[in-house]
């Protein structure tokens, strides 16, 4: 009983993963600035999909949202998205989501 006390405080603690990566988008925050085919303040996830079709981009693309930034598809930067935000796991399934887009 106490184990699964602790590993019930511990998903608390460390941040359950979301179900699926649309709701990981959403409780990310990342649904208020991106549209899955319209650009809003950032580019649309098709556009982002079109831009690294083919390229194994994962990666690359969970450092630029951890680290947020600017240039690269306008003057609009994006604040850095940490951990406590959006956690690693789904991160990646979300990216990965968007990139099959």
């Given at each position: ?25 959403n409780?990310g ?62 991160l990646k ?9």
């Amino acid at each position: 009983m106490k184990a699964l006390l602790f590993a019930g405080a511990a998903l608390m603690a460390f941040g359950a993963h979301a179900a699926t990566p649309e709701e990981a988008l959403n409780n990310g925050g990342c649904v208020a600035c991106h549209a899955k085919d319209k650009k809003i303040l950032g580019p649309a996830f098709k556009d982002i999909a079109a831009k690294y079709k083919g390229q194994d981009a994962t990666a690359a693309l969970m450092e630029k949202v951890r680290k947020g930034g600017s240039g690269v598809y306008g003057p609009i930067p994006m604040p850095p998205n940490p951990p406590e935000k959006i956690n690693d796991a789904d991160l990646k399934a979300t990216i990965e989501y968007i990139l099959k887009t």
